[in-house]
């Protein structure tokens, strides 16, 4: 109930492409739904979040689909670029504090 | 804005030893969670702290743990060090309940 699975584990985009990150929960209680993006020896850096009453957001060349119904929501990042190698994560949170569950990540790689 | 500061970055222990992590919140930043971070079970939640007092656990022994200072900053203990306690140890600070989350660096922990 406590999961949040993400999909895929890895993930090579030519550059200029469109990278999809998927995650799928099962607590219907989460309310708050963020992505962060992580370069080696770095924290995980808040990318953009989303909160169910919205099924989409946009911020510059990222977007988060979110379908209530389904239990699902992704990360669409446009025209891929090498900077946006890194490892995503996808998160959820119950409105109980500041306890986030994490999805298990996606290791994007973006070829030039 | 000084972002969230951990302390140290790096440190060396042996097993059996205790081991004590720092954590400088945002300022402005009530809330504190801390996070484990490892190649095999990713991110995974601690505790939480919000105005001194322990919010919310994770599924950790009782040799982690933690508190909160009057000024928001935040340590987090973890006693007889074993060799899977090596990890990636994660802070982040929130303005409250369910807002944005923002990471420190980590501190780097390898038990040897």
């Known amino acids: 109930q406590q999961q949040v699975k993400q999909s895929p584990q890895s993930l090579i985009v030519q550059k200029g492409g469109i990278s999809i990150i998927n995650c799928a929960y099962e607590?219907?209680?989460?309310?708050?739904f963020p992505w962060y993006q992580q370069f080696p020896g770095k924290g995980p850096a808040l990318l953009i979040a989303?909160?169910?009453?919205?099924s989409e957001k946009k911020e510059g060349r990222f977007t988060i689909s979110f379908n209530k119904s389904a239990k699902q929501f992704s990360l669409h990042i446009m025209d891929s670029q090498p900077g946006d190698s890194a490892t995503y994560f996808c998160a959820a949170n119950e409105n109980q504090g500041g306890k986030l569950i994490f999805g298990q990540g996606t290791e994007l790689s973006v070829k030039p | 804005k000084a972002g969230v500061t951990q302390t140290p970055r790096y440190l060396i222990k042996t097993r059996g030893q205790q081991v004590t992590l720092s954590c400088s919140p945002i300022?402005?930043?009530?809330?504190v969670s801390w996070y484990q971070q490892t190649p095999g079970q990713g991110l995974q939640f601690l505790f939480e702290?919000?105005?001194?007092?322990?919010?919310n656990k994770g599924n950790f022994p009782g040799r982690f743990s933690g508190r909160q200072f009057s000024n928001s900053r935040s340590e987090m203990n973890v006693s007889t060090l074993e060799l899977g306690d090596s990890a990636l140890y994660l802070c982040a600070s929130s303005w409250g309940k369910n807002t944005e989350a923002f990471f420190g660096q980590g501190t780097r922990l390898t038990v040897v």
């Open positions: 607590n219907t209680a989460f309310d708050y």
């Open positions: 702290y919000f105005s001194e007092t322990q919010r």
């Open positions: 300022s402005g930043h009530r809330s």
């Open positions: 989303i909160r169910p009453d919205v």
